[in-house]
């Protein structure tokens, strides 16, 4: 599957939402031909995870950025990059355990049950790929997923 595509899916779908909060929502991809193999619908949500993970937690009137890029000829980097206070460095792998919230990021308003980015954790590593988070500078969390791309020749 190709993963702009699906990314670009994932980013029309969480618009509405991302409007509500005032939050701009915007998809940076350097090629628009990056395959992967895997079930497009695991991977949607693992995606979906992350971005209106981002969109929930960040500033209003902030970005939140979709970027798709390689690392070469090996992977599919997918990060989503948010404008929230971001996350002590402590706490980093923590976001990815099931029912885990980190209080300083966490307004109780908004709910959340601290399950998608673990849903996420999951789904990526059943397709041989990785997820971790680091803060942005100055601020932010930055959600990176990595994939193993596949070899041009194979089809979905």
Same mark, same amino acid.
């Given at each position: 599957?190709?993963? !702009? #595509? ?24 350097? #090629? *628009? ?7 497009? %619908? ?10 209106? %993970? ?5 500033? *209003? ?9 390689? #690392? ?25 355990? !099931? ?38 500078? !100055? ?11 596949? #070899? !041009?020749?194979?089809?979905?």
């Amino acid at each position: 599957m190709n993963i !702009p #595509d699906l990314v670009a899916e994932v980013v029309q779908n969480a618009a509405f939402e991302a409007q509500r909060r005032a939050v701009t929502l915007r998809t940076y991809v350097s #090629d *628009s031909d990056l395959r992967v193999l895997g079930d497009a %619908n695991l991977l949607y949500s693992a995606i979906e995870n992350a971005v209106r %993970n981002g969109i929930k937690y960040t500033d *209003s009137h902030a970005e939140v950025g979709v970027r798709v890029t390689t #690392d070469g000829a090996k992977h599919v980097r997918i990060c989503v990059c948010d404008a929230r206070p971001g996350v002590p460095d402590s706490e980093l792998e923590n976001i990815f355990r !099931p029912f885990y919230c980190v209080d300083q990021a966490r307004d109780h308003s908004i709910g959340g049950t601290g399950l998608g980015l673990a849903i996420a954790h999951r789904i990526l590593r059943l397709h041989h790929g990785t997820i971790r988070a680091k803060n942005g500078s !100055p601020k932010g969390l930055v959600v990176e997923m990595l994939l193993p791309l596949t #070899d !041009p020749s194979v089809s979905d």
